[in-house]
Each structure stands twice: as C-alpha cells, then as structure tokens.
C-alpha cells in the first residue's frame, strides 16, 4: 500500500497527464495535471468515453491498433483549451484489457506545444528565407543591371548628357541601396536580441523625418507633430527607429500627387505603461479588399508601389516582438492612420526571447 500510495502521488504531482479507462473505454481515472493544461476539474471527465476526445479520423487505426500486439499506440494529438489555444501532446495508449486489475485503457498525454511551435517556428523562418532569398536576387537585379546599362551609354555620349545619365545612374543605385537596407532590417530584426534603451521619442521622430525629407517629393509634405515627453520611454531604439521609419516612408511614397496639401500628422503620447504613435497622412490610402495583406510578406497593393515588400512586414513583426500592437485605418483616395502601441519598459527589464 504504501509504494501504491506513492506511485499516486508521483503521478498527482507530475506535469503528464494520466488517464485509466474501464473495459467500455469510459475514464474512471484522471490524474489532476488536467486541471493545469485543461481548466477541467478531473471528476467532471469521469464516466466520459476517450473515444469522444479523439478525433475520428483517428478512431479506427487506434482501435485497430490496440487489438495487435504490443496492445499500444503512439501519436501525437492536438487539442483546443483556453481562449481557442492550441496545445500538442504526444499520446502513449497501452491496451490493459486483459489485466486483472486495470481491465481497461492506460493513457499518458505528455505535453509537447513548446516543441512543437518551435518546429513550426522553425519552417516558417524556412519558408521566409526562401522566399526573402528568391525575391531578393530577381529585385536587386533590375537596378543593377539598369545602371550598368547607363554606364556603358554613358562612357559613349556627349559631355553635355553624361550629367543626366549619371542622375539616371544615381537613382538606380538609390534603389538599389534601398532594397539593401531593407533586407537587413528584415535580417536585423530576426537575429538581434531585444534591448532596453531610454528613448527621446521627439527627436526620433524629428530625426526620422529629416531622413525622408528628399525622398519621393518629401519636400512638398507637411508635417505636423504633437507629442509629449514628460515620461520617460524605455524600449528598443533600433527597433522603433525601424518601424517609425517605414511608416513614414510608406506615408511620403504613397502620398497623392493630385492633392494641393499633402500632410502628415504624427500624434504620440508617453506614459508609464505605454508609448501610443498615430501617423495619419491623406495619401492614395488602401483598397479595401488590400487591407488584411498590407502586413503580409512581400505583399504590393498599388503600381505605385516601391520597394522590396517588405516594409509592412517588418514593422508588424517587430511591433509583435515588442509585444506592442498596430491598427490600420484607411480609406482609398482619402488617406491612412497607423496607430501603434509599444509597451514602457520604464520598470521592468525587456524580456528576451
């Protein structure tokens, strides 16, 4: 009785979950780990049959299974608990029918979500790579090969035209430059671990829009900013720089050249919880049917696109790796509010991943 006792106890205080079934695979024991992963008291599954927890396609091959020797399966199952949450186990079936005392099913549901959204983690940093990898050679091509295009022409012509193919040279190189830089944003981004830094949000923002000024007719977009700087901002400058920046850029490029006043109005607010950033400008805005893609990768909704595609993309993901978040309002021919929240780490350190 005692090593009995025992056995109960290790079972009781283990992180697995524990599941005895009768001879009509009906749970009469559950271990109160279930509690932990489920939100389930463990009298309320007794009684219950296992099979109702299985998914169907699964059904016949365990049942099959169970009735060859060795009597045991071995799967991996996924189960919703929480809020919707996704949790993966690996599931150990044993066929004790034929014991005297068990006379039923011994199940061990071994908790494996950790691994397992690693795995998936994993192949879709896999499957980005590939595509960033692709994408990257066929768009750094063109402004390559355009430029060397213009120095051959270049070396040939009149000495009156060699100015504007250099101008033309220029640009194709600008761009090139600029898909540079965003590919090591998006790299930058992935591999650089978070850091905390007190930030000067005014001057960031000042200093950002000094930076774009000259790009895409920045010159003719009024700038209006508003924002406090009482409290302190601690976060990841690198970071926030990155998103700030391809907001603004997104806000001057795709402004509307028909309107006589092009604007964009930054409002941001500090305070001991939460940094809160609007950017609103009244560009080309966004098509409807675009708006749940604009974050998606490489995604271009206008021809008046530019770029790589990747701009959305990053600022998404490093907003989530801030664990801030980004709402998008938009309206096509009006214009487009970006509003972001950021976490203070004012008191606390930024957790690593």
């Not at 090969?145 to 194709?172: C, F, H, N, Q, W």
Request: hydrophobic share 35%.
């Amino acid at each position: 009785m005692e090593n009995e006792g025992m056995f109960r106890e290790l079972i009781e205080n283990s992180d697995d979950i524990i599941i005895v079934t009768d001879k009509e695979f009906r749970i009469r024991y559950i271990s109160s780990s279930v509690h932990k992963v489920f939100d389930v008291e463990p009298v309320s599954m007794l009684r219950r049959n296992i099979f109702d927890f299985v998914a169907r396609e699964k059904q016949e091959s365990w049942k099959h299974c169970l009735d060859e020797t060795p009597h045991s399966v071995v799967d991996e199952v996924e189960f919703k608990v929480q809020h919707g949450e996704k949790r993966y186990f690996d599931v150990h079936v044993s066929n004790l029918l034929d014991h005297y005392k068990v006379q039923g099913l011994v199940l061990k549901l071994h908790d494996i979500t950790q691994t397992k959204q690693k795995q998936e983690e994993l192949l879709r940093s896999n499957q980005q790579l590939d595509q960033v990898i692709y994408k990257t050679t066929h768009d750094l091509k063109a402004p390559l090969m355009s430029a060397l295009g213009l120095v051959k022409i270049a070396e040939t012509a009149p000495i009156e035209e060699k100015d504007r193919y250099i101008s033309m040279i220029k640009k194709s190189l600008l761009k090139l430059d600029s898909y540079i830089e965003e590919m090591n944003n998006f790299f930058r981004n992935d591999k650089l671990a978070l850091q905390r830094e007190k930030i000067n949000l005014n001057e960031l923002l000042a200093s950002e829009l000094e930076n774009l000024k000259n790009l895409h007719h920045g010159d003719r977009v009024k700038v209006s900013l508003q924002g406090n700087s009482d409290i302190a901002w601690y976060s990841d400058l690198i970071r926030v720089k990155t998103v700030v920046a391809n907001i603004f850029s997104n806000a001057i490029k795709y402004q509307d050249l028909q309107k006589q006043n092009p604007f964009i109005k930054i409002v941001a607010n500090v305070t001991e919880e939460f940094c809160d950033i609007c950017i609103e400008d009244n560009g080309i805005g966004i098509d409807p049917e675009y708006k749940e893609k604009i974050f998606d990768l490489f995604f271009r909704g206008t021809d008046q696109s530019q770029g790589t595609g990747l701009g959305l993309f990053i600022v998404k993901d490093t907003i989530e790796r801030l664990k801030g978040t980004i709402e998008v309002r938009s309206e096509k021919g009006k214009g487009t509010a970006f509003r972001i929240r950021i976490p203070n780490q004012l008191h606390q350190s930024l957790e690593v991943e």
